[in-house]
């Protein structure tokens, strides 16, 4: 069969794919809207956003509906766990805006590191994606100059990497937040995933010369050393070895980043998940002038930074006051504290809202046995873990 039959047989039944899938879309937009209603009714009626038992009854009643098109139990979960999360984040943002009007403007101005198509941009974007305003984008050169920004009120907003699964935490951003008065106010978690991106109709044999930011190579070492005769071009960040294989479209060069940003450079993928470590995903903080009230119907998460006393066990004395306020540590940090040898700052992300009543009796407590302690700000937690279904495994069994 030649080429251009194959291509006559494919075409009519990619034109009702393209179909269904507009459909689906006309759909999700539709259950948005609806969740948007569901918000507007928890704010009247004074509900949580988050309800997991209506979630589970939701998933139970979805997986037997599947079952019966002949869709298995696991991708109508993994689907639906999608649809949910957004819908939850979607609520938590306008609640969280209606409690914070003064943050609502009609223009955001964010700080963020690299240019248009770096991982900080595609964060940026996803994160403001779900707020009012239209967005400015500042793109920086450094962490320094972000925070500069905001605090001079070049920006309203900045956005910061601060740890990523493969590579640990970012010092740099910790040790600046040490020093600045401003205050955290969202954070979002990203998936890094690394693609091998072109200009042309090119494929991997014919790529001599690659472009990509030293961590992105470091990130792809195992990749590397399956390729032969290959020159490597280090770059300043991601979207300039984007720009530079723009730049040349040869068939020979090609770019190591994300495939969302290289589409914005006219690049494609021809090869994905180039990274070594497959789940690679980066957290991203928002920091801003203000702090933002988050509501108590909104999951919260506190970020403190703190220096103990220097006596033994003052760490410890100050995480078992924590514990017996049943308050969970979801991440630990310690820094030098610049100028002081040998002493540490410690940085910890707890779960729970300041204007709670356990978390200020803890934070008092703290205040009392500690030499220091901040709160650098209490955000909406944007870790949606999905509701499991205890009755999906023996529901496909049946
Ligand atoms: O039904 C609700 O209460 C909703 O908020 C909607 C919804 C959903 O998207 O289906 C989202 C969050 C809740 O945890 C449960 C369900």
């Known amino acids: 069969m030649s080429m251009t039959d194959t291509q006559d047989l494919l075409a009519p039944i990619r034109e009702q794919i393209t179909e269904v899938d507009n459909q689906l879309l006309t759909l999700l937009a539709q259950r948005r809207g609806l969740t948007n209603q569901v918000a507007e009714a928890k704010i009247k009626m004074d509900k949580q956003v988050r309800d997991q038992q209506r979630e589970e009854q939701l998933l139970v009643k979805l997986i037997k509906a599947g079952q019966a098109f002949g869709l298995d139990a696991h991708y109508v979960t993994q689907l639906f766990h999608v649809i949910i999360e957004d819908s939850v984040l979607n609520q938590q943002a306008l609640l969280a805006e209606r409690a914070n009007p003064e943050h609502s403007q009609p223009l955001n101005r964010v700080a963020f590191l690299g240019n248009k198509g770096s991982y900080s941009y595609l964060a940026t974007q996803k994160y403001f994606s779900r707020r009012a305003g239209e967005l400015l984008e500042i793109g920086c050169q450094s962490f320094n100059e972000i925070i500069h920004k905001v605090e001079s009120n070049q920006a309203d907003y900045a956005v910061l990497p601060i740890e990523n699964t493969s590579s640990g935490s970012i010092n740099e951003v910790y040790d600046q937040l040490q020093h600045t008065s401003l205050s955290v106010i969202g954070e979002l978690t990203h998936p890094i995933k690394h693609s091998l991106l072109v200009a042309t109709d090119t494929e991997i044999s014919k790529i001599k010369t690659l472009y990509a930011h030293p961590q992105v190579f470091a990130q792809c070492s195992h990749f590397l050393a399956e390729l032969s005769n290959i020159e490597v071009k280090t770059c300043d960040s991601t979207s300039a070895a984007m720009m530079r294989v723009n730049e040349l479209k040869s068939d020979s060069c090609a770019a ?143």
């Open 256 to 398: 190591i980043g994300s495939e969302a940003g290289g589409n914005l450079y006219g690049l494609h993928a021809i090869k994905s998940n180039l990274a070594n470590q497959k789940e690679n995903h980066s957290r991203f903080i928002v920091v801003a002038r203000k702090a933002v009230k988050v509501p108590l119907q909104v999951p919260a998460k506190t970020t403190l930074v703190m220096s103990t006393v220097q006596k033994p066990g003052a760490l410890v004395e100050a995480l078992l006051v924590l514990r017996d306020n049943n308050i969970n540590m979801t991440k630990l940090e310690s820094r030098p504290i610049t100028g002081n040898p040998w002493e540490e700052m410690f940085y910890l992300d707890v779960e729970g809202n300041v204007q709670d009543g356990p978390m200020q009796q803890a934070l008092d407590e703290l205040k009392a046995i500690t030499r220091y302690l901040k709160v650098l700000g209490c955000y909406p937690t944007e870790e949606i873990t999905p509701t499991k279904v205890a009755a999906a495994s023996a529901l496909q069994d049946s």
